[in-house]
């Protein structure tokens, strides 16, 4: 029998090209030149990842066999006894995508062709329209459309809207604010006017971002319906899933819900009752490949399909692993997708390609994809205290981003 091919190394590379910090692993093996990459981006909170990684998960790795991933992802889950927290989660997904992606070279393959194969040739994607008003937002659809995007999500000053007249009391704070009744109607209006101004061939998402009182969203879900979204994501937190019942028996607009999910006990539920369409976990965040892998093929047992997160503070390590198992899964829905800069794709060769709405792989081995450590260090991480999620309703109070 072959001598096992072993973890040297677990390496940490923090970047930030774009805006987003982001945290790649690169695991080193014994052979030579032999190496992956695997996304742990949790951009705000980056240094307690970082630490995690290079206090706790590399000492447990160090000199184990690479071609183990299952075992490796099992006891590095527990090994801490205490599990499924964000930090944790996407610590150990940069190393299980890494181990998945060196599985793949070692076999000559893309990643997609150990998870059984492709479905598909190429993943169509959703692109976010924005607007200050609702005339610009149907704008930029119409720019989208032409360029290609069959899918695209409408929201209105970014998530929440801004709201026109917020009536605070006196020495309110500062804060990212919005009101979230005036948002409801404001949205539905401009959805609307969209649908009305783009035609029924084009396929509109909304994200509500849990923003909305659990009442307030079930009224939003059954008021949107007659404009025929292909998902609203998010219309409820994941501390209020018990109201999901209350949307699924009211109305059949389709929902997307999971990219906050740390637990499996957060979306077993929701997949064995039926209560959602799409399952859009972010899945550096869920712990990597390997349980997004099992929720796909569970979710597809109840006829349930998959739109992983796909934003800019997932890195183009993540994205590859998202189109990966999008080309895979029989159960595929859409992916969202971020339209990197021109850096971002000289930083990571290999970065996805999008043409004409659809994602395609580069069909290198493994995940495809490289990152250029000298570029990444010319864009380090910088540190400071985030403002859009110091969110506030109209009287000042703190509510969830
Ligand atoms: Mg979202």
């Known amino acids: 029998m072959a001598s096992p091919t072993t973890i040297q190394d677990v390496q940490t590379i923090l970047t930030q090209p774009a805006g987003c910090r982001l945290i790649v692993v690169k695991i080193l093996t014994s052979r030579p030149g032999l190496y992956g990459l695997g996304c742990a981006t949790y951009t705000q909170r980056f240094h307690a990842v970082h630490t995690t990684i290079e206090k706790h998960l590399k000492p447990f790795l160090i000199g184990r066999d690479a071609d183990r991933i299952e075992e490796l992802w099992q006891m590095g889950m527990v090994n801490g006894y205490w599990r499924n927290g964000p930090v944790l989660n996407n610590a150990i997904s940069g190393v299980d995508m890494a181990l998945w992606d060196i599985k793949a070279k070692r076999a000559g393959m893309p990643l997609y062709q150990l998870l059984g194969g492709k479905c598909r040739e190429g993943a169509a994607v959703y692109v976010h329209a924005d607007g200050k008003d609702r005339?610009?937002?149907?704008?930029?659809?119409?720019?989208?459309?032409?360029?290609?995007?069959?899918?695209?999500?409408?929201?209105?000053?970014?998530?929440?809207?801004?709201?026109?007249?917020?009536?605070?009391?006196?020495?309110?704070?500062?804060?990212a604010y919005y009101a979230p009744r005036e948002y409801c109607r404001?949205?539905?209006?401009?959805i609307e006017h969209v649908r009305a101004a783009?035609?029924?061939?084009?396929?509109?998402?909304?994200?509500?971002?849990?923003?909305?009182?659990?009442?307030?969203?079930?009224?939003?879900?059954?008021?949107?319906?007659?404009?025929?979204?292909?998902?609203?994501?998010?219309?409820?937190?994941?501390e209020?899933?018990?109201?999901?019942?209350?949307?699924?028996?009211?109305?059949?607009?389709?929902?997307?819900?999971?990219?906050?999910?740390?637990?499996?006990?957060?979306?077993?539920?929701?997949?064995?009752?039926?209560?959602?369409?799409?399952?859009?976990?972010?899945?550096?965040?869920?712990?990597?490949?390997?349980?997004?892998?099992?929720?796909?093929?569970?979710?597809?047992?109840?006829?349930?399909?998959?739109?992983?997160?796909?934003?800019?503070?997932?890195s183009p390590v993540g994205h590859a692993a998202n189109l990966h198992l999008d080309l895979w899964a029989p159960n595929f829905g859409?992916?969202?997708?971020?339209?990197?800069?021109?850096?971002v794709y000289d930083l990571f060769p290999?970065?996805?390609?999008?043409?004409?709405?659809?994602?395609?792989?580069?069909?290198?081995?493994?995940?495809?994809?490289?990152?250029?450590?000298?570029?990444?260090?010319?864009?380090?991480?910088?540190?400071?205290?985030?403002?859009?999620?110091?969110?506030?309703?109209?009287?000042?109070?703190?509510?969830?981003?």
């Open 186 to 190: 404001a949205m539905l209006d401009m």
């Open 240 to 314: 209020d899933l018990e109201w999901f019942r209350n949307i699924r028996e009211q109305c059949a607009t389709p929902i997307a819900m999971g990219e906050l999910f740390n637990h499996p006990r957060e979306w077993t539920p929701l997949i064995q009752d039926r209560l959602i369409d799409f399952i859009r976990m972010h899945i550096s965040q869920m712990g990597g490949l390997t349980p997004a892998r099992n929720v796909a093929a569970f979710a597809n047992m109840y006829g349930i399909r998959t739109a992983w997160h796909g934003p800019g503070d997932v």
């Open 350 to 401: 290999g970065t996805p390609e999008v043409h004409n709405g659809y994602m395609y792989p580069n069909d290198q081995p493994g995940l495809g994809i490289d990152i250029n450590e000298d570029l990444a260090a010319r864009y380090p991480c910088t540190d400071e205290v985030i403002q859009w999620t110091q969110t506030r309703a109209p009287d000042g109070g703190p509510v969830r981003p």
């Open 135 to 175: 005339a610009e937002v149907a704008e930029n659809v119409h720019k989208f459309r032409e360029q290609g995007y069959q899918h695209i999500r409408v929201q209105m000053g970014g998530y929440g809207g801004r709201a026109a007249r917020l009536h605070k009391p006196r020495g309110a704070p500062e804060g």
């Open 198 to 238: 783009v035609g029924p061939d084009v396929e509109l998402l909304h994200d509500i971002h849990e923003r909305l009182r659990p009442i307030d969203a079930i009224a939003f879900a059954k008021a949107v319906e007659p404009f025929n979204l292909f998902f609203l994501e998010d219309p409820l937190a994941p």
């Open 334 to 343: 859409v992916q969202e997708w971020c339209r990197f800069n021109d850096l």
